[in-house]
């Protein structure tokens, strides 16, 4: 099952390199939406770009579970657009590539097509609760909880959302304020009520540093 599609600049000593840092979000949208789209053994497909592969272009590696094809990409030009134009512009070519190994892998298309129609719906834009919305209760179940995470280009936020026994919303709060590049430890983390007013948020993903943040939320 696949769970990871990069886009990004793999090229040593390239100046170009700073574009890995911004396109994890519409990676990760355009992924969310591929879950159950069968790739049999494959898990990661990457789409390395550089402003110009020449005689290259054609490069395709299948190695155990990972692919990658190489596309050519207009630094130049992204660099003149918007934010919502360079992510659009992230959206086209991860989706290319996409394409490609759909093609060659002899993979369906549809998915992939429903994927990039349900990024631009979501305006590139990716947010989600934690954890397929799952609650957890105060001890004395006066409060709930759960977590959103906004992760965007160029920022990535993480909040509490404080509900009340009849699950309306008292309280949103951003508690943490990250690098969209380091945003992966979100999958992996856990939380839990350590007293009435007192949760427990900790960082507990393989190549973290065991952050763990301490919310009042009451």
Aim: charged fraction near 25%; aromatic fraction near 18%; charge should be neutral.
């Amino acid at each position: 099952m696949l769970n990871q599609i990069t886009l990004a600049c793999y090229e040593q000593v390239s100046n170009h390199q700073f574009i890995n840092a911004q396109t994890w979000c519409v990676a990760e949208l355009y992924c969310s939406f591929l879950k159950r789209y069968k790739t049999g053994k494959i898990v990661k497909c990457n789409v390395s770009i550089k402003d110009n592969w020449n005689e290259l272009i054609d490069y395709y590696e299948r190695y155990t579970d990972v692919i990658t094809v190489r596309l050519n990409f207009d630094f130049d030009a992204y660099l003149k657009l918007s934010k919502l134009e360079m992510k659009r512009m992230q959206l086209n070519h991860l989706h290319k590539g996409m394409m490609v190994i759909a093609q060659q892998e002899g993979w369906s298309v549809d998915q992939l097509l429903d994927a990039y129609n349900y990024s631009l719906r979501q305006n590139l834009l990716y947010s989600f609760y934690l954890r397929n919305n799952r609650w957890k209760s105060s001890p004395d179940r006066a409060y709930k909880i759960r977590f959103w995470c906004e992760w965007d280009i160029d920022s990535f936020d993480v909040y509490y959302v404080l509900f009340d026994r009849q699950n309306q919303e008292l309280k949103r709060s951003r508690f943490i304020k990250g690098n969209p590049s380091e945003g992966e430890f979100i999958y992996y983390v856990d939380w839990k009520w350590i007293d009435n007013k007192t949760v427990l948020f900790s960082n507990n993903y393989k190549y973290g540093n065991g952050e763990v943040w301490t919310i009042e939320v009451v």
